[in-house]
């Protein structure tokens, strides 16, 4: 028991899932700090809010029965980061993880302890050369080491970064064939299975443009972005300026260790100016080109479907005025009979003339002159037609 909340030492998949059982006010969280200890908190959204010194409406945002859009938040003590699957809380000194074991947050998870570990032996090397000045000292740290929340943050956007372009390439890799045999073959198959991977293409493109709109919205307010450099507002603010930041400091277990990081974090972030947030820029964009260039590579996945799209409806009107030019010859040859048979219904009455009796070579004179005519006609009517351009030559 650490100030009045149960923290649970890292245990297996099996003992962690038993804890998300116990009712529905907790939550399994994954604390991992900046030395690579790693905790597995089982509490309710009242210890994470004491914790990490956040509002509740800010816990809301992970609450993940709820639909909030991507966030990223930058907050007196800490960045929450809501980014599809990820949601995370990051202190410059540690991160929360939420449902660390879902499938995809495990990648996040390894990311974390791959990046973290590394720089956590670095600098206890670093720390061992006693005899360096301190000017080579600045210099190391300025080149080889970032705020931790930085570092995090990196992760955490290189892991939704790549999770949305993998999902954009199964997308291509699946609609590209199925356009294919849709413009080879029109069909209600095809149709139906190009209409789902539409629909799957729509919601990913709202997912990647949430996603680069708040990169972007970030990016456009240098405010926004000096309110994630967390070192730096931890090393301007004094660890006893009042009572509410010494409980601030009691409450967090490598609270020790973050006076010394964070002033030398912030020599090199810092340099005499607030508001210079140049290393939190040149890193959000890099990842803002990532993901327009997946928001791009959908864009024009849609712009090739709708010109197939285009494509079909232009066979399917072509296919709808030959069946109209089929029809027209049908009913012209249909009035062209109707006349035939009417001549023919005329001279076959069983009514007596004076010239109906003995005039029996007419019959023929009268059928081959009744053809000609029904004929002439029908010739007529397709000329007039095909002259009016209703059909095609």
């Not at 993880?97 to 090397?125: F, G, H, I, S, Y």
């Not at 045999?181 to 991977?197: A, E, H, P, Q, W």
């Not at 990169?215 to 006893?240: C, F, H, I, N």
């Not at 327009?292 to 494509?311: A, G, H, M, P």
């Amino acid at each position: 028991m650490v100030m009045g909340r149960e923290v649970v030492p890292v245990m297996d998949p099996g003992q962690v899932v038993g804890l998300k059982k116990k009712g529905t006010g907790s939550r399994s969280w994954l604390l991992m700090d900046a030395s690579g200890l790693e905790t597995v908190l089982d509490v309710d959204k009242y210890a994470i809010m004491h914790r990490v010194q956040i509002h509740a409406r800010d816990l809301r945002i992970l609450d993940p029965l709820l639909s909030y859009p991507s966030t990223i938040l930058g907050r007196e003590r800490a960045i929450v980061l809501n980014l599809e699957h990820i949601k995370a809380i990051i202190t410059s000194e540690e991160v929360l993880l939420r449902d660390p074991l879902d499938e995809n947050v495990t990648p996040v998870v390894e990311e974390l302890r791959r990046r973290l570990k590394p720089m956590n032996a670095n600098r206890e090397d670093q720390r061992e050369e006693k005899d360096m000045n301190v000017q080579h000292d600045i210099e190391t740290t300025e080149e080889d080491e970032s705020p931790f929340e930085f570092r995090a943050l990196e992760v955490a956007l290189e892991a939704i970064c790549s999770y949305l372009a993998a999902r954009t390439l199964e997308l291509e890799t699946a609609v590209y064939p199925a356009l294919d045999m849709l413009t080879s073959k029109i069909s209600s198959r095809n149709l139906d299975r190009v209409r789902k991977l539409k629909s799957q293409m729509t919601r990913l493109t709202a997912r990647v443009q949430k996603v680069r709109d708040e990169l972007e919205q970030l990016l456009d307010d240098d405010d926004d972005m000096a309110d994630l450099y967390l070192s730096r507002k931890l090393a301007g603010a004094s660890p006893v300026s009042g009572s509410g930041a010494a409980s601030w400091f009691l409450a967090s277990p490598t609270i020790g260790s973050k006076i010394s990081r964070a002033s030398r974090a912030s020599i090199a972030t810092f340099r005499g100016d607030e508001n210079d947030v140049e290393e939190l820029e040149m890193l959000l964009e890099a990842y803002f080109g990532q993901i327009d260039s997946t928001f791009n590579k959908l864009t024009t996945l849609r712009e090739y479907i709708d010109n197939t799209e285009d494509y079909i409806n232009i066979q399917l009107d072509n296919h709808r005025n030959q069946l109209i030019q089929l029809e027209l010859f049908l009913s012209s040859g249909t009035v062209c009979l109707s006349i035939y048979s009417l001549i023919a219904a005329i001279f076959g009455m069983n009514i007596p003339y004076s010239w109906n009796t003995g005039h029996g070579y007419m019959f023929k004179w009268v059928v081959i002159i009744s053809a000609i005519i029904s004929a002439v006609l029908f010739i007529f009517i397709i000329s007039y037609a095909r002259f009016k351009g209703l059909v095609g030559s």
